[in-house]
């Protein structure tokens, strides 16, 4: 089973504790931290989980440690926390891409839902990572030819109109075909034309 941290960034600090003690009996790895400088030092965006915040902060708010979390390249999951609980605070909150927004006192089984709900979504988020880190690879194993096979199979191209656009044997075009579909790791032209359209840029 894949680990993931919890990472905690609250002003109060019994709530802190409370929230960690909370989430540290269910099952999950937290790191507590009640100042944006650590919290954000031991953040590696590469580590599977999710970041629950105060989104009323001294100094750098919610929104800005939300921020602060993407500039890695990866969004991290973030559950906001606060006690205002205005309408207009919570739709920025999630319009930025925040998971929940959850008032305090915070429910319990509210605040464990949340978290399942923000694990899910960065486990989501990397498996996708992950696929197109892995087409990408693939089309660069691809020769010179075998792209052009490629890009007249995504085009709807049947061989033998491929093999006349490139000036070539219908059965030269099958052989580029059939080694192109291998190193794309896929076998019918659905799964090519998704892969593809989906992580080629």
């Known amino acids: 089973m894949e680990s993931h ?3 905690i960034y609250l002003a109060d600090e019994a709530l802190l504790k409370a929230i960690a003690r909370l989430l540290a009996a269910n099952g999950y790895r937290c790191e507590a931290h009640t100042s944006a400088e650590a919290f954000l030092a031991r953040h590696d965006p590469e580590t599977p989980g999710c970041a629950i915040v105060d989104l009323a902060l001294p100094g750098l708010d919610g929104f800005g440690i939300q921020e602060r979390l993407a500039t890695g390249g990866i969004e991290r999951p973030v559950i906001f926390l606060t006690g205002i609980g205005d309408i207009p605070m919570s739709v920025r909150a999630m319009k930025a891409g925040a998971v929940d927004f959850l008032t305090k006192p915070v429910d319990e089984a509210s605040l464990l839902t949340a978290v399942e709900q923000a694990l899910a979504r960065d486990a989501a988020a990397r498996a996708a990572r992950s696929e197109g880190e892995a087409v990408r ?14 890009d007249g199979v ?3 191209r049947l061989n033998k109109q491929i093999a006349d656009d490139l000036g070539t044997a219908e059965k030269t075009v099958k052989v580029h075909r059939g080694r192109m579909m291998k190193k794309m790791r896929v076998r019918t032209v659905a799964d090519l034309i998704r892969v593809v359209t989906a992580h080629r840029h």
């Open 137 to 150: 690879r693939s089309l660069a194993r691809l020769t010179p030819r075998e792209r052009q096979v490629l």
């Open 5 to 7: 941290t919890l990472l």
């Open 154 to 156: 995504l085009a709807g």
